[in-house]
């Protein structure tokens, strides 16, 4: 299966649908900040990843990159 790409800027939708976060800086000279690999049990459902323990590891860790990046400019 060859890898899908999907743009988002809900944490959410990027923790349900990826293997792997690519978060960008801000600003128009924007470059790969941060890579989050996403190892959750797939078939993926929104109520099962709330449910999961590891799920707000990871939402948590992408809103601290989002944050600590919005505060930087």
């Not at 959410?12 to 890579?35: S, W, Y």
């Not at 190892?39 to 989002?66: M, Q, T």
Request: with cysteine.
């Amino acid at each position: 299966m060859s890898p899908l790409s999907i743009v988002t800027h809900d944490v959410d939708e990027a923790i349900l649908l990826a293997d792997r976060v690519v978060m960008m800086t801000n600003g128009p000279q924007a470059k790969i900040g941060k890579i989050e690999t996403i190892d959750l049990p797939r078939p993926r459902s929104r109520k099962e990843l709330l449910s999961h323990p590891d799920y707000y590891r990871y939402r948590e860790s992408i809103l601290r990159f989002l944050s600590e990046c919005d505060h930087t400019h």
